[in-house]
């Protein structure tokens, strides 16, 4: 190999080793260092069964915050995986928010029966979805740790292992 | 250097930048769209940077623009000018679709789209099209969205207003 072939090859290696562990390092951040994740916004809003639902009044616990909506249909496949992890790791501090962002209240009403779900659902608002962001496709989920700080943001569907492996690092997170 | 410690330091150096290839092409992989719900070979699809330049041409010819999402999104952002219907995957919005239509010469561009969420499971713009297929309009197109609205119209930059 000659100088020149040798120099161009630690360069290539040099720039992909530089570009993965500055991709590496981000993500790393992206899971620890409480101070860099933003406070969940604060809202108040009324669930499905009359009661008061918010998010102050689970301060200390692990919460998933998901938006959804009845027609559509990834969430609606979430739904029964939330429903066990609610379940599962309910006695160790987790609750599961549900935020329809359907147009009216009465096909959540339905779709909360049919699907015996196990958690309290608030219909949402563009307010609400601005004041997260945006919610400007769904579903969207949020994991806020017992400090009431935003740990991760889903867009879409994910796999449930993936952020049961989440849950489970959050309520470990004392 | 002999041929096998060229091959040993090859491979020393090679592996990292094969791992990070692999790495790179499967973060790739998993970003991109699964296969679409309605196949978008077969459909009459507009791309969005297509849909800007007509929107922005003083010379081309508009089209009718219905949103077929829900409402919040609407709300949050949506293309400047056009018609909130409501999501089409229920009856009630797709009689809004109807309703709204009837009159319209069956010529008339018209552009739904959506961005609930991915095309693949996008549940509004396939009843939205057929409806209006079915009451034998010609010059429809979808607006493809392959994640969201918000990847893949609002952070692109496109023309956005809120509210009602």
Known sequence: MSNKARWIVLAVFAAALVLYLAAHFRAARGTSGSEAHELAPEFSLTDLSGQKLDLASHKGKVVLLDFWATWCKPCREEIPHFADLQNKYAAQGFQVIGISMDDSPEPVVEFYREFKMNYPVAVGDAKLGERYGGVLGLPVTFLIGRDGRIYHRHIGAMDVLVIEKEINTLLQAR | ?164
């Open chain 2, 1 to 164: 250097m002999n041929p096998r410690s060229r091959i040993v330091a090859g491979l020393a150096l090679g592996w990292p930048i094969v791992v990070f290839i692999a790495l790179w092409m499967a973060a790739f992989a998993t970003s991109s769209g699964a296969s679409p719900s309605g196949d978008p070979s077969n459909q009459p699809l507009i791309q969005p940077d297509e849909l800007v330049k007509i929107l922005q041409s003083p010379k081309a010819d508009k089209p009718l623009l219905f949103q077929v999402g829900f409402y919040s999104l609407y709300a949050q952002a949506h293309i400047p000018g056009s018609q909130y219907l409501g999501p089409t995957a229920k009856p009630d919005a797709l009689d809004r679709l109807r309703k709204r239509v009837e009159k319209l010469p069956r010529g008339k561009f018209i552009v739904l789209y959506c961005g609930c969420c991915p095309w693949s499971h996008c549940p509004n713009i396939s009843p939205a099209y057929e409806a209006l297929k079915s009451m034998s309009f010609t010059n429809v197109k979808l607006l493809y969205i392959p994640g969201n609205f918000g990847a893949d119209w609002v952070n692109k930059g496109y023309p956005v207003t809120q509210g009602d």
